[in-house]
């Protein structure tokens, strides 16, 4: 069953914050967070495991929530190098990744 | 740069061919996975290996198959092939757990005429 990602897209103008949200109707053992840019393979933003435990990575930073199964995105003071799209892949049988429709962000000057 | 490498970067073949796509997994990881990417169908997993056995299979089509040698390079290989199979393949590696960071490799581009 694929999450649901929201919204389908989003601009911000640098320095705005933005939330990309991912939603799954299955229990899950990990949320994974990747950024895509058009023409090159996704990049591992984070893991997030059962636990609810919020990581960080700079300005990005991510939740999970186990009891609804989902799971945020946080870009706080976007920059220019943001934009791109961005995947959620959940983990509900494991060592299988299934991932959502991605969230395309652009991110103006 | 991942550290994954793909070969070959592109491929153009005839519907009913078939064909392989290489993957090198970074140095140290065991575990391989293989993804489809398309417009229409979006990023799909199609099956991981683990240090040479098969782990975990996702929508992977019964015309496709994959195998990981003992130096832990992986190949897919996709048969019969239709037009829709045109996609990008991308390969990705892990020191060993799913839980660990998936590096992904620069991708095939399969196109079906």
């Known amino acids: 069953q694929q999450p649901v990602q929201s919204p389908q897209a989003v601009i911000l103008r640098e320095g705005e914050d933005a939330v990309i949200n991912c939603s799954s109707s299955?229990?899950?053992?990990?949320v994974h967070w990747y950024r895509q840019k058009h023409g090159e393979a996704p990049v591992f933003l984070m893991i997030?495991?059962?636990?609810?435990e919020q990581k960080g990575h700079d300005k990005i930073s991510a939740s999970f929530n186990e009891k609804k199964q989902q799971s945020s995105l946080y870009l706080t003071a976007s920059q220019l190098s943001y934009s791109g799209t961005y995947f959620c892949?959940?983990?509900?049988?494991?060592?299988?990744?299934?991932f959502g429709k991605g969230t395309l962000l652009t991110v103006n000057p | 740069d991942s550290g994954v490498t793909q070969t070959p970067k592109h491929l153009i073949t005839a519907t009913g061919q078939r064909v392989t796509l290489r993957c090198s997994p970074r140095?140290?990881?065991?575990?391989v996975y293989w993804y489809q990417q398309s417009l229409d169908q979006g990023l799909q997993f199609l099956i991981q290996?683990?240090?040479?056995?098969?782990?975990a299979k996702g929508n992977i089509l019964e015309r496709f198959s994959a195998q990981q040698f003992p130096d832990l390079h992986s190949e897919l290989n996709l048969s019969s092939l239709e037009l829709g199979d045109s996609a990008l393949y991308f390969c990705?590696?892990?020191?060993?757990?799913?839980?660990?960071?998936?590096?992904f490799g620069p991708g095939t581009r399969l196109t079906v005429l």
């Open positions: 990705a590696s892990s020191v060993d757990l799913a839980t660990d960071t998936q590096y």
């Open positions: 299955k229990a899950l053992y990990s």
């Open positions: 140095s140290g990881d065991l575990s």
């Open positions: 290996y683990y240090n040479g056995e098969e782990r």
């Open positions: 892949g959940t983990e509900s049988v494991r060592y299988k990744l299934t």
């Open positions: 997030l495991l059962k636990g609810g």
